[in-house]
């Protein structure tokens, strides 16, 4: 009882003092949060010299587990890889940990909610070739931007490769890995990610 009391206390006390220093942080990293961006829990971010991240207001980026249904398995990962790289998070899109990287350009659009532990990556990190494995440079040089039109619901644990666009209300399956284009209005799922149901 007494504890179950301190656990609801402390957790109110995080909640509090995470809406107030960590956007004061994060804007002092450079980041642009446009109006009241909310933050549950620190997110790791590098922001390479010259790139943008932006986030619109109203979104909410979980990073402790308490704080979304499922828990997170890690922060909620920010990063950009190359001085032209931009992740421009659209308004009211709900994030719970996972990893959003871009070397070029991923576009997330409004009222999006991305479930827990989702990856999302412009680029394949490390190009194919062994001989050039190491050279991650050459593979940024290759990335192709993703885009998620407004309000896509995406399911926990999928992951999205480069150069992916995703059409607007559309649902991703929990788990799935989306390599081509889904269109609007669809449910799609499975790896290959398929659409399953046409009209939503
Ligand atoms: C995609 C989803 C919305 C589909 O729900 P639904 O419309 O009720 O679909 P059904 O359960 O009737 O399944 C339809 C078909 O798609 C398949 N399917 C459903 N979800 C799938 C998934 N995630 N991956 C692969 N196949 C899937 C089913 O096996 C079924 O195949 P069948 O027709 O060959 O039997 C749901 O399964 C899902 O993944 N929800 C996401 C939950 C989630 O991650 N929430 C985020 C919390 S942070």
């Not at 446009?34 to 549950?40: K, L, T």
């Not at 959003?100 to 409004?110: F, L």
């Not at 999006?112 to 593979?139: M, W």
Request: proline share 4%; hydrophobic share 45%.
């Amino acid at each position: 009882m007494v504890s179950s009391f301190l656990q609801r206390a402390f957790r109110s006390f995080l909640y509090r003092s995470d809406r107030f220093w960590i956007p004061l942080w994060l804007r002092s990293l450079g980041l642009d949060l446009q109006g009241s961006v909310h933050f549950i829990g620190l997110p790791i971010v590098s922001l390479f010299q010259g790139s943008q991240i932006r986030i619109g207001a109203g979104s909410l980026l979980c990073s402790r587990s308490f704080g979304t249904a499922l828990g997170v398995s890690h922060p909620v990962v920010l990063r950009t890889l190359t001085p032209h790289a931009r992740v421009l998070i659209g308004e009211r899109v709900g994030i719970s940990g996972g990893s959003i990287c871009s070397a070029k350009e991923v576009r997330i659009g409004n009222g999006c909610l991305i479930g827990a532990d989702v990856l999302i990556a412009d680029t394949d990190f490390h190009p194919l070739r062994p001989s050039e494995r190491y050279d991650s440079q050459k593979a940024f040089a290759e990335a192709k931007p993703v885009q998620i039109m407004d309000n896509v619901f995406i399911g926990a644990r999928v992951i999205v490769l480069k150069g992916v666009t995703i059409g607007a209300g559309s649902v991703i399956g929990a788990g799935s890995v989306v390599t081509q284009d889904i269109p609007a209005g669809c449910i799609a799922a499975g790896n290959p990610c398929r659409v399953i149901r046409a009209n939503l």
